[in-house]
């Protein structure tokens, strides 16, 4: 069981803004900074949306960002786009469980 | 440009052994330290196993450790996996990730070599 908990899925329409929240043990999401987002099409291999918390790769659109707060993680899209709709997973270097963790991702639907 | 091609995979009788190939290309890969992850069909991802750029550090997800080890030829451009002790739950495709140097995340990933352990 992954120490990351996410929803299993959430939903939006075009346009609107949807969070995805990953909720750790405070040994994890609160203590480290090393936390990233990784979306994953079916098919494809994952890709590197957000990482340290907050900070996005070069080629990412800035309508994706990333927060933390306590002992939660955040992803949040706006502006969303039919292109959107993937699998989102959050990661998390360090922790008691483990060197590194992901949480058990959640399902973006673009309605 | 940057590229990890995973191979290796096949079926396996629980029990057995495989040993999964990751060639990297596109970078100088002795600089970078190197990420084995697995995902079970229709599941998510889960991280197995990191090995540091000069292959002196190790550390693995605690359900392979014992089982799995990762190593790496650097003159090669190759990074490991060996799989021993197979069990059913270790069916997933498994991808090699490239560490941002500096950075905590993957930056680089393959497509995955399917490894199925089945009677």
């Known amino acids: 069981q992954s120490a990351l908990t996410q929803p299993a899925s959430v939903s939006g329409s075009p346009g609107q803004s949807v969070t995805i929240s990953c909720t750790g043990t405070?040994?994890?999401?609160?203590?480290?900074?090393?936390f990233s987002w990784y979306q994953q099409h079916p098919g494809k291999a994952p890709k590197v949306m957000i990482y340290?918390?907050?900070k996005r790769p070069s080629g990412v659109s800035n309508r994706f960002s990333g927060s933390k707060s306590g002992n939660t993680a955040s992803l949040t899209i706006s502006g969303l786009q039919a292109e959107d709709e993937a699998d989102y997973y959050c990661?998390?270097?360090?922790?008691?469980?483990?060197?590194?963790?992901f949480g058990g991702g959640t399902h973006l639907t673009v309605l | 440009q940057v590229q990890v091609v995973e191979s290796g995979g096949g079926v396996v009788q629980p029990g057995g052994s495989l040993r999964l190939s990751c060639a990297a290309s596109?970078?100088?890969?002795?600089?970078?330290?190197m990420h084995w992850v697995r995902q079970a069909p229709g599941k998510g991802l889960e991280w197995v196993a990191f090995?540091?750029?000069?292959?002196?550090?190790?550390f693995y997800l605690d359900s392979v450790k014992g089982r799995f080890t990762v190593s790496r030829d650097n003159s090669k451009n190759i990074l490991y996996l060996q799989m021993n002790s197979l069990r059913l739950e270790d069916t997933a495709v498994y991808s090699c990730?490239?560490?941002?140097?500096?950075?905590?995340?993957?930056?680089?990933w393959g497509q995955g070599t399917l490894v199925i352990v089945s009677t």
């Open positions: 990730a490239k560490e941002h140097s500096g950075y905590y995340y993957f930056d680089s």
């Open positions: 596109g970078f100088t890969f002795s600089n970078y330290g």
């Open positions: 090995l540091r750029y000069d292959g002196t550090n190790e």
């Open positions: 405070s040994s994890t999401v609160a203590d480290y900074i090393y």
């Open positions: 340290d918390v907050n």
């Open positions: 990661c998390s270097y360090g922790g008691s469980s483990s060197y590194v963790v």
